[in-house]
């Protein structure tokens, strides 16, 4: 709800609806905690009035107030000299009833700069809060704040009113038979009574006297209405001519003399135009400008999350930056690390081209082994058994070799066995000198410190043993 001058307060709801406030307001009309003043750029909900029935609702410049579908008044915000009604001088954080008006059914609520009206449905008027003219008091009663409402006119006086406006300093009402009365601070002739005399009761204003007007508003120092004249529409149709009187200042009353009006004058470039309700021109500009700013806060506050978001954009992207760059530097080592592991794997891997070898470990200096083996028999060259001597090739092929510890193969892949268990000479490794003891059957010997022999490895040829047999 914005900062709004005193208006006609009359904004009928259909039916219970939220009520949402903005703009630069006073704090306390949020019902959100006191605070001294509070900028809100986008509608907020008031949460205290959503069980309210709403039927009305008016607005001052630091107070509001709300009609319920059952003539109830509820009032909040900055208190100043009494205009909300209740029985302190505090401020009020929400919505709270008008104890004063309990047992007075209200249709219609307006406020001025420090007093506030009320017209109940059987047509009597109240007033409250502070005014010297604004208030419709005798002079030994405008000098003190009203702080509960009181019964200015009614029906027992011979007025009825229907409708009701309020400025900072004066206030105008239609009754229900049409007529238009005015009172209060009378500057620039806005009580439109000929004169710039401020009066404390409502007075009826002369000049329109026999015509009906339909609707009133106020400026604040300036007063329009709508007003039927001879020959136009019925009083219960709607239409009538724009009047306007009081302060001429910027062209506010649309007359081209551009002098101020003491009384009620009609607007000539309108002439031929029938209007059933009229608001001032300077509101009609405040409100715009008031949208003008919320679009502008919009505006701003959408640069503001644009700016915020390309910084947060910027932030990631460099984020996912510095992310992918690790990545492909732990993708690397990763993959150095496996082809690492593949080469330590592969040379110990078991295959079908691999020799399958049965590693002993070297024996002490007192368990040597010999080259003599007792079970191997045969009744030739036994004597050549402990003699081996080297081959004269540098390598073997040993891809032919199997574990295994009885069946015997000779390397060419003969089946046919040698009588004798003569000894083929093998060539030797950095490891130890490699000795053929029977066919298919190679052994690592080496040497120990002592200068003693001791077997290190037995290597079995596939060409003479199978898988199987080797594992037996």
């Not at 046919?416 to 030797?428: E, H, L, M």
């Amino acid at each position: 709800m914005p900062k709004l001058k005193p208006s006609e307060g009359d904004t009928e709801i259909e039916s219970p609806k939220d009520i949402y406030v903005w703009g630069n307001v006073f704090g306390s009309m949020l019902d959100h905690g006191y605070v001294s003043r509070a900028n809100v750029s986008v509608p907020r909900l008031l949460k205290s009035a959503q069980i309210l029935d709403v039927q009305s609702i008016a607005c001052g410049e630091k107070h509001a107030a709300i009609v319920t579908k059952q003539g109830q008044v509820f009032s909040w915000g900055e208190e100043n000299g009494g205009r909300l009604g209740h029985k302190m001088s505090d401020s009020v954080s929400h919505p709270k009833i008008i104890e004063s008006l309990a047992t007075t059914h209200v249709k219609a609520i307006a406020f001025g700069a420090k007093h506030t009206c009320a017209v109940s449905v059987s047509g009597e008027l109240y007033e409250w809060g502070e005014g010297i003219h604004s208030l419709g008091l005798w002079k030994d009663q405008c000098q003190r704040s009203q702080w509960f409402p009181h019964k200015l006119i009614g029906p027992s006086d011979g007025i009825s009113v229907s409708k009701i406006a309020c400025a900072q300093w004066h206030t105008a009402i239609i009754s229900s038979s049409g007529q238009l009365f005015t009172y209060g601070d009378g500057t620039f002739g806005v009580l439109g009574h000929g004169d710039t005399c401020s009066i404390a009761q409502p007075k009826e204003v002369e000049s329109l006297r026999g015509l009906r007007a339909k609707c009133v508003t106020c400026g604040p120092w300036h007063t329009a209405a709508i007003v039927e004249t001879l020959g136009t529409t019925k009083s219960n149709a709607p239409g009538g001519k724009l009047f306007t009187w009081g302060d001429a200042d910027r062209l506010k009353l649309g007359h081209t003399d551009k002098k101020s009006k003491l009384v009620p004058t009609r607007v000539e470039s309108l002439i031929d135009c029938d209007f059933s309700q009229v608001i001032t021109l300077a509101e009609e500009c405040r409100h715009r400008s008031l949208k003008v700013q919320l679009y502008k806060r919009k505006v701003e506050e959408t640069c503001l999350t644009v700016r915020d978001e390309a910084t947060k954009c910027k932030a990631a992207q460099e984020i996912i930056k510095v992310l992918t760059n690790q990545r492909n530097a732990l993708s690397k080592t990763l993959s150095g690390g496996m082809e690492l592991e593949d080469s330590r794997i592969k040379p110990s891997c078991v295959t079908t081209k691999q020799p399958v070898t049965s590693e002993l470990p070297d024996p002490p200096d007192k368990t040597i082994v010999t080259g003599k083996f007792p079970h191997i028999t045969g009744s030739r060259n036994q004597h050549n058994t402990g003699k081996m001597d080297m081959l004269s090739e540098p390598t073997l092929n040993v891809d032919d070799l199997v574990v295994h510890q009885n069946r015997l193969r000779m390397p060419n892949g003969s089946s046919d066995y040698d009588s004798g268990t003569d000894t083929i000479n093998v060539p030797s490794d950095c490891n130890g000198v490699i000795e053929q003891i029977e066919r298919g059957v190679y052994v690592t010997v080496v040497m120990s410190p002592s200068g003693k022999k001791g077997i290190k490895r037995i290597k079995f040829s596939r060409k003479h043993f199978g898988e199987k047999e080797a594992q037996k």
